[in-house]
């Protein structure tokens, strides 16, 4: 269904239909209506509008879950205006690329951000400091090709040079993603939705659309809370949450603290994960303990592309194998897709290949660079079907005789060691299948241009049962010489970045005392 109308005209519309409904749930307990969400909104967006901010100028926000980050955000939408969700914790040499490359006009903070003029040159704008306004914006960019041209938000991303890149995704990609989550997850005006992910993470695009774009309830957890186990998961239920979503490693971290039990969350009907890997042996757990009472869903999807593409039901038939990780199942509905192997040609079903997307989910490029949008968004080779302009995502994948795609693993983690292609999330994922494991993350350390060794880091939580030469022996019974981990580290917990995900190059670091 197409929507001839702004992300944030949509919101006002909403918002007048349930203006009494709890937009946010905060912290402190009390809830922040639609209406005064949208009135909020406006107060900033006329703010900006006075200085001059218009359709297509960026504006940096730095918030940490505030009901005022929020309404910035919306404020944005309403003019036009990309916004950008920063990091505040990130050193200053990446934050001045991403404010050069944005050219943000402003930065917006809330009382609680780390960012100060003397990190920046951007003019930063308090939050708190905005009155109300007077002004009622009116957008006019109302035709589809113009929708579909303007980026509601810029999403930065690392790159493979070390240099974030700013993904930008347009007005008409999110509105069929929150028609697309609406209709998957039975999205509703008595759901409440889980926002643990970090805003400058793009598991937040979820968080943030299909529960404010649909008229649910977002409980906003800020980062010091998402830290603290036992109280998140107090939060969450207070909130009396229904829907959940985060990358993997937090339910494993919460699993390993006991802080899941069977009266967790007794509301909860969703249980969302995506973003890397969730091996088997963990989410079997996960599954024993709410499988019977709520749907557990692995969805994947990269930023470049509207955040989710795939999105599968966990059921008991995935565990028939305990080994590896489940599989991504079907891309959604505003997806097309080609497999392409080695000479950019279509693999075989069943064989192993790049997962190219296609369609009008495809995001816009990256802002302002030019070659890196030239080497990940193609125009798919002559003579494929589908044709058109797709997003490299860097993803090895295969697809089954039924149409479901499993993930093999990514192009930059495969490796050719001793002759052989690896690729390394196969040692994880037979790593994490083994008694006593929690989590796996294996990494490849260079010797020389031609030689190098494999290492392993396993975290076993408490237990001292587990010893590297057990799982070793272990892996020898599972894996061909040539794949066997030169060593085996054990740690409490593997390090996280900050989105939650294993940090590889901090594991690199501590193996060869130097960050790549």
């Not at 774009?213 to 109280?231: S, Y």
Request: hydrophobic fraction near 40%; glycine fraction near 10%.
């Amino acid at each position: 269904m197409g929507h001839p109308c702004s992300l944030g005209r949509r919101f006002t519309a909403l918002a007048s239909s349930i203006p009494s409904l709890p937009a946010l749930h905060l912290p402190s307990g009390t809830t922040v209506s639609y209406a005064d969400l949208d009135r909020r909104s406006d107060d900033i967006a006329s703010f900006l509008h006075r200085k001059g901010v218009g359709p297509g100028d960026v504006i940096a926000l730095a918030h940490n879950k505030s009901a005022d980050g929020y309404a910035a955000m919306l404020a944005g939408l309403k003019l036009g205006a990309p916004y950008v969700n920063l990091d505040d914790q990130i050193p200053a040499e990446r934050m001045a690329h991403i404010l050069n490359s944005a050219r943000a006009r402003f930065i917006l903070r809330d009382d609680d951000s780390l960012i100060s003029k003397a990190t920046v040159s951007t003019p930063i704008v308090s939050l708190a400091d905005i009155s109300p306004g007077d002004y009622r914006p009116e957008f006019q960019f109302l035709t589809p090709e113009e929708l579909s041209k303007l980026p509601a938000y810029l999403m930065f991303t690392s790159g493979s040079t070390g240099v974030p890149k700013g993904a930008m995704i347009s007005h008409a990609s999110v509105h069929r993603f929150v028609d697309w989550a609406r209709d998957e997850f039975e999205i509703g005006h008595a759901d409440v939705i889980t926002n643990v992910n970090p805003m400058y993470f793009d598991n937040s695009v979820f968080d943030f659309y299909a529960a404010l774009f649909n008229g649910a309830g977002l409980v906003a957890l800020p980062r010091e809370l998402v830290k603290q186990p036992g109280p998140l998961v107090k939060a969450v239920q207070s909130a009396g949450a229904t829907i959940w979503f985060s990358v993997p490693s937090l339910l494993i971290y919460l699993q390993s603290m006991r802080q899941l039990g069977p009266g967790t969350w007794p509301v909860m009907r969703r249980i969302i994960f995506g973003g890397e890997g969730f091996p088997k042996s963990e989410l079997k757990r996960l599954f024993d303990l709410f499988g019977h009472r709520c749907r557990l869903v692995n969805v994947y999807g990269p930023t470049e592309c509207t955040c989710i593409c795939s999105a599968d039901m966990i059921s008991a038939g995935d565990f028939a194998s305990p080994e590896g990780l489940p599989k991504l199942g079907k891309l959604t509905r505003d997806f097309e897709f080609l497999v392409l192997g080695d000479a950019d040609e279509p693999v075989a079903r069943g064989a192993a290949g790049e997962l190219c997307l296609l369609g009008g989910q495809v995001g816009l490029g990256y802002i302002n660079d030019p070659e890196r949008t030239e080497l990940a968004f193609q125009q798919s080779p002559e003579g494929c079907t589908p044709s058109g302009r797709m997003y490299r995502t860097g993803d090895l994948v295969r697809q089954d005789e039924q149409g479901d795609f499993w993930f093999v693993g990514r192009k930059d983690n495969q490796i050719k060691h001793q002759g052989y292609r690896i690729e390394l999330e196969e040692i994880d994922a037979a790593l994490a299948a083994l008694p006593g494991v929690i989590q796996a993350a294996t990494i490849y350390v260079k010797a020389s241009a031609t030689s190098g060794r494999i290492v392993a880091f396993v975290a076993t939580g408490a237990s001292t049962s587990v010893s590297s030469q057990a799982l070793g022996e272990q892996l020898e019974q599972k894996l061909p010489a040539y794949m066997l981990p030169a060593s085996i580290q054990l740690l409490p917990q593997l390090p996280k970045n900050a989105n939650g995900k294993v940090d590889r190059k901090a594991l690199r670091a501590s193996s060869t005392g130097m960050a790549e």
